[in-house]
């Protein structure tokens, strides 16, 4: 089935550091988007990409949509320590919509 | 502010009982997700409906799991018989899907039902 392999699976970063994560696949997809998840709460979308080479800012966040349609970075400048947390890239998938996750990068931020 | 709305955010309950989680898309959206989530599997996908209707099931337990949407505003995964490995937190996602070539469809998710079944 569809898989998606995010990388790193953590990272420990100074605050002011710049990071880098990506996902990547086999399979095609028509949407990314990159969520972060803080303790004990849900997923909260941070950026969504809906077509092949696009680029997308929010705030210090940039992400993009690869040519491929089968990977997708986001790095995040300038870290602080309330960069923290777990980001999630997504898919979907062309046919039905069906979204999959990555497993997830757990970011820490040393101030 | 729109919001997915999930309900209970916690249950604690005995193997063997029935637990039923309860989810309230954002106003306007047609697709509606389940995940659960655990430290092992991460964010799997259980369920997901257009339109009410079941579109993928196969990410979920058909034996003990079912997953309905009574109407539009709600959505509901019910569990019977619970067993401990069924602990875990179950969200629930919805957005707006308009086609196969749409773009326009962002994913929202609630904040969760976090699952302890002893």
Known sequence: GQQLNQSPQS??????????????????FNTWLWYKQDPGEGPVLLIALYKAGELTSNGRLTAQ????????FLNISASIPSDV???????RIPQGGKLIFGQGTELSVKP | DARVTQTPRHKVTEMGQEVTMR???????????????????GLELLAYFRNRAPLDDSGM????????????TLATLKI??????????????????????????TIYFGEGSWLTVV
Request: charged residues 15%; glycine residues 10%.
């Open chain 1, 85 to 91: 947390g777990i980001y999630f890239c997504a898919g």
């Open chain 2, 23 to 41: 989810c309230q898309p954002i106003l306007g959206h047609n697709t509606v997700f389940w995940y659960r989530q655990t430290m092992m599997q």
């Open chain 2, 80 to 105: 019977q018989p619970s067993e401990p490995r069924d602990s875990a937190v179950y969200f629930c996602a919805s957005g707006l899907v308009t086609g196969p070539g749409s773009f326009g469809n």
């Open chain 2, 61 to 72: 337990p058909k034996d003990r799991f079912s997953a309905e949407m009574p109407d539009a």
């Open chain 1, 11 to 28: 990272m420990f970063i100074q605050e002011g550091e710049d990071v880098s994560m990506n996902c990547t696949s086999s399979s095609i």
């Open chain 1, 65 to 72: 949509f690869g040519i491929t349609r089968k990977d997708s």
